[in-house]
């Protein structure tokens, strides 16, 4: 037998997931929350700044896979031929020449603007904006294959932002690397920023790269941005590669450090949605919905039936993203499960508040009272909410708690909710929120299909979709469309797994892996059709509401 490993980086944890290669058996995983992270160090929640250490990646590495290894026979650890890794995105850091994250080294070490700067942070927006200002009057619309509106969630916007904030860093950045296509080119001994492999999906979906105009945009049109930016360029890359490129094997201390041998082949990186969707078995006509504390939807298309469409206000449609030989589309909310956690807090404030500081009974009653009011909280609004008929569902909010990722990127929105009343209660509430997030499903659901897009099916990925029915319910009835459940716990791990196997010789195309190491469907939701009409006609007050916050709102 072969074995391969996936790992999985989101954005509070790492897992490792050890796939059995032949029968797509999942032998064993691990997870490993990063410790800075898990301290709120490195970030400001008001000012939209979410930074990571990569010494958070790194011992998340070392832990899940030697974890998952020690939890399997011993031969295993022997005959694993393949390793591939997928992160959030766009997460990107500064380096040095050698590659290295500024903030391994030690001037840098506790400097937020030396470290990952997540997905979430939004502290670019103001570079965003001028990035889609340059590119509007630009005699080459760069932003044209990402959907025509370039957000701060990306690599350009954040990258001019910190360059801007910190003279240090300027001064010692040599190279810019995403998180995706750092952690193969770390185990892979690679010491040249030149000669890290770039992945395919990180590069056409965030930093504006297309093959046609001869990769990234042009030393023109980035120092015309800023002058900061010069000679960035040059020292970044013009080729990049799909998931199913061999960038390399593993090295000898990496191998001693991970219980493994150097018999293991490492696949070039690329975003955890992506490789969910191929994870959940995506193809033609299917709409991979990776739910988490954010969304990103997936789809893969055929060069003719893509043609020549460009289809405005999505996140990018890039050739070989997801699958090599098809285009990969993409999309999604900028929260979704964030969205319920939020509102679990305001909630909560007098548990973690009032009840934390109570000396009515001893410590450790209290301890397991506030972790049992905090687990329950949001299945009894679902309980709640769920009794509640639509005709009955008298709060309307929007779901832009975080911004907006698509349709039409816009960071500066802000979440809305309305018609409230003296009897608006607690689940009422948290029903509104959950149709919020549903009608923003609709809204990109809506522009695939405007612009000529088939969707046959849609699939459902992560945890909210296998432990949440009042969710997904809510959704199928607001798209009136089925939605199927991957089996699949860790099904973005299975996707990275699947090219680990496919860089190892064991199946010619990722296809072939899918079909021998998919997991198949836990369950499917029917949507009701009277609840769809009546979720149409509050649709149209979703919208109303929405539009009337972008554009008389203050931001």
């Known amino acids: ?30 997870v490993k929350y990063y410790p800075r ?18 010494l958070d990646y790194i011992e998340g590495l070392e832990y899940t896979v030697k974890t998952a290894l020690a939890k399997c026979p011993a031969e295993v650890a022997q ?16 380096t040095d020449k050698s590659g290295t994250p500024l903030s391994l080294l030690p001037e840098f070490a506790e400097n937020p603007n030396a470290m990952f700067v997540l997905w979430k942070d939004h502290t670019g927006i103001q570079e965003a904006e001028e990035i889609n200002a340059l590119a ?21 916007a954040k990258a001019l932002h910190v360059l ?26 690679t010491t040249d920023s030149k000669n890290i492999y770039r992945s395919r999906c990180a590069s056409g979906h965030k930093a504006m790269w297309l ?14 941005l800023d002058p900061v930016l010069a000679g960035f360029r040059d020292r970044l890359y013009s080729e990049t590669c799909p998931s199913d490129k061999k960038v390399g094997m593993i090295t000898e201390e990496w191998a001693n450090r991970l219980g493994l041998t150097t018999n293991v082949a490492v696949a070039a990186g690329a975003f955890d949605a992506h490789m969910g969707a191929v994870g959940a078995e995506v193809k033609p006509g299917a709409l991979v919905r ?5 969304t990103c939807d997936i789809m893969v298309s055929s060069y003719k039936e893509m043609g020549d469409k460009l289809i405005p206000g999505i996140c990018g449609q890039v050739d070989g993203s997801v699958i090599p030989g098809m285009v990969g589309l993409e999309a999604g909310q900028s ?50 909410a769920a009794k509640v008929p639509v005709t009955e569902s008298s709060v309307l909010a929007t779901d832009w708690m975080n911004g907006r990722r698509t349709p039409d990127a816009n960071q500066k929105v802000k979440g809305t909710i309305t018609g409230l009343n003296l009897g608006s209660s607690a689940p009422l509430i948290f029903r509104a929120l959950v149709e919020a997030t549903a009608f923003g499903s609709k809204a990109i659901v809506d522009r695939f299909i405007k612009n000529g897009v088939v969707i046959n099916e849609i699939i459902g990925i992560g945890g909210i979709p296998l432990k949440s029915p009042f969710v997904m319910q809510t959704m199928a009835d607001v798209l009136n469309m089925p939605i199927k459940v991957a089996k699949a716990e860790q099904a973005c791990a299975l996707g990275t797994a699947m090219f680990a196997a496919v860089v190892a010789g064991i199946y010619d195309k990722v296809e072939d892996a899918q079909k021998a190491m998919g997991s198949g469907f836990a369950s499917e939701y029917y949507p009701n059709a009277d609840n769809h009409k009546l979720y149409l006609e509050i649709y149209k007050n979703y919208k109303a509401i929405g539009k009337f916050t972008e554009e008389k709102l203050f931001y």
């Open 37 to 54: 992270w898990m301290d709120g160090k490195y970030c400001v929640p008001t000012a939209n700044q979410y930074r990571q250490h990569p």
């Open 335 to 384: 929260a979704f499960g964030d969205v319920y956690a939020w509102f679990k807090h305001v909630v909560a404030w007098p548990i973690e508040n009032i009840i934390s500081k109570t000396t009515l009974i001893d410590e450790a009653t209290k301890q397991k009272l506030i972790e049992e009011s905090l687990d329950q909280i949001i299945p009894a609004l679902s309980l709640e």
């Open 1 to 30: 037998m072969k074995y391969v490993i996936g790992l999985d980086y989101g954005s509070d944890s790492c897992r490792a997931v050890i796939v059995n290669a032949i029968t797509g058996e999942e032998m064993a995983s691990a």
């Open 164 to 189: 801007r904030a910190d003279e240090k860093v300027r001064n010692a950045a040599y190279s810019i690397v995403e998180h995706c296509d750092w952690l193969p080119a770390l185990i892979t001994g």
């Open 211 to 224: 093959e046609e105009w001869g990769g990234l945009p042009s030393e023109e049109f980035l120092t015309a």
């Open 79 to 94: 005959n694993v031929v393949g390793i591939a890794f997928d992160t959030t995105g766009s997460t990107p850091v500064f």
């Open 290 to 294: 990776i739910i988490g504390t954010s």
């Open 136 to 156: 509007a009057k630009w005699n080459i619309d760069y932003t044209s294959y990402e959907g025509g509106i370039y957000s701060s969630e990306w690599f350009w």
